[in-house]
């Protein structure tokens, strides 16, 4: 598969030379006003290079906090929890692992391989049922590959069920391959099965290594790079207009003029037309933005009493009446000494599940903890739900492949207006999109392309 083609970056000196631009080659800002749309990571990351350069950068954010999709939550004394973005994927040689080493942030390891799976019956399966998901996974993921030197493009339930034979499996191969379905692509990708392109759904790239939580909240990144700039809260944006002589953002705080405007709104955001561009965005800008999908990944935090689940364990995973409904769990009793435990939930359950109160979330998760745990386990003494979807100033939670899409639109929407115009965040990096070091290489990127042309 595409996604596990590794690369290692750890000799390439990110800060400033980034992309192969040495920062001995870009311009200084000589005062240029640079406003910067989304103090998310990507903006952030621009906003600090810019910064660096001499260019005197405004970031504006609609929200009232730092950090767009990273959201570190303190709700829960001495216990932050990310109810965005939470890991750093890939240890060596990824940008954000050199940033959380200059911010002094604590970081702890998980890994894939602590996992248990459990099956409809709430028991763990047999060393003969995991050896039949390991028979279907190969036949999935020989199909797929397969198909993706096919010259038209389908979607992934579409490969999967063609491949494995769907109409003839068994109701118990049936669920084994929902789940895979579920927690190596939807998980993953965000992305529904039936929306997603076989061809170009893992056209990215991935660091070596484990993955890494941070002990502190993600926050701490963003509060090292957000050290010393200018960010208005609570801003929200209306127009960018731009002309030969600078550009113009219309906020509903009044009007901001500028040289130079980087958008770092998120796919969703875009997708909504929630901003308006004067003039209007070029037309490849607009096919990609209709054609990259924006995907779901919800959390529900479920903080316990007590660990009565395996503590030696990173990934619990249930097989249950619903395919993909809770199907994928983190614990943080071994990695971060918290009796907690994250259900997830991705695509279209995710998009359902969001709809529910809290109420019927906690107690549908609960219900699945029962099922393989026992009824006589305790009461969570807190929950944590997020609803990305219906958040206003992300409409989803990061971007995938969708049918009828190719990795070349990502370069499309990257591409700057007139010089005047520029674009980052996560849906602009063809290598690393729905990642956040792919949101932080894409605010370098943007600084890059403004500095060498002042």
Not at 179 to 186: A, G, K, L, M, Q
Not at 331 to 350: E, Q, T
Request: glycine content about 10%.
């Amino acid at each position: 598969m595409k996604r596990r083609d590794l690369i290692n970056l750890a000799g390439l000196a990110l800060a400033g030379g980034v992309l192969g631009l040495p920062s001995t080659a870009l311009a200084s800002g000589n005062g240029q006003r640079v406003i910067i749309i989304g103090a998310g990571i990507s903006g952030l990351a621009a906003a600090s290079r810019l910064n660096e350069l001499g260019y005197n950068v405004t970031i504006l954010e609609s929200r009232n906090r730092l950090g767009g999709r990273i959201w570190t939550d303190d709700r829960w004394p001495k216990t932050p929890v990310d109810l965005g973005a939470s890991w750093i994927h890939g240890v060596i040689g990824n940008p954000i692992t050199a940033i959380a080493k200059a911010a002094g942030a604590r970081t702890v390891t998980t890994r894939s391989d602590r996992y248990i799976i459990y099956g409809k019956d709430g028991k763990i399966i047999t060393p003969k049922q995991e050896s039949r998901i390991e028979e279907l996974s190969v036949m999935i993921n020989r199909s797929i590959r397969i198909s993706q030197n096919a010259n038209r493009d389908r979607s992934i339930l579409e490969t999967v069920r063609s491949a494995v034979k769907w109409d003839q499996l068994s109701g118990e191969d049936r669920s084994w391959v929902d789940h895979i379905i579920n927690s190596n692509i939807e998980q993953e990708y965000a992305g529904s099965a039936a929306d997603t392109s076989t061809l170009w759904f893992d056209s990215d790239l991935a660091f070596q290594g484990k993955d890494a939580l941070f002990s502190d909240g993600f926050r701490t990144l963003t509060k090292h790079l957000a050290n010393g700039l200018d960010i208005r809260i609570g801003t929200t944006v209306t127009e960018v207009a731009w002309n030969p002589s600078g550009v113009s953002v219309t906020t509903d705080q009044g009007m901001i003029q500028a040289d130079k405007v980087v958008i770092t709104l998120p796919l969703g955001v875009l997708k909504a037309n929630k901003v308006r561009f004067d003039p209007g965005l070029p037309a490849t800008k607009q096919k990609a933005i209709q054609a990259l999908g924006m995907g779901l990944l919800n959390k529900c935090f479920l903080r316990f009493p007590k660990v009565f689940w395996p503590a030696d364990r990173d990934w619990l995973e249930s097989i249950g009446p619903v395919p993909g409904l809770w199907g994928e769990w983190v614990s943080y009793a071994r990695s971060l000494g918290k009796p907690i435990l994250v259900g997830f939930n991705a695509a279209d359950v995710g998009r359902k599940v969001e709809t529910w109160s809290d109420r019927k979330t906690v107690d549908s998760a609960m219900e699945t903890l029962r099922r393989i745990y026992g009824n006589s386990i305790p009461d969570p003494v807190g929950y944590q739900i997020t609803r990305w979807a219906a958040d206003p100033f992300s409409l989803g939670s990061y971007s995938f492949n969708a049918l009828g899409s190719r990795p070349t639109m990502r370069d499309d929407l990257a591409q700057s207006i007139d010089n005047r115009v520029f674009f980052a965040g996560e849906a602009t990096d063809r290598k690393y999109f729905g990642t956040v070091h792919g949101a932080y290489l894409s605010g370098l990127r943007v600084a890059g392309e403004i500095g060498t042309t002042a």
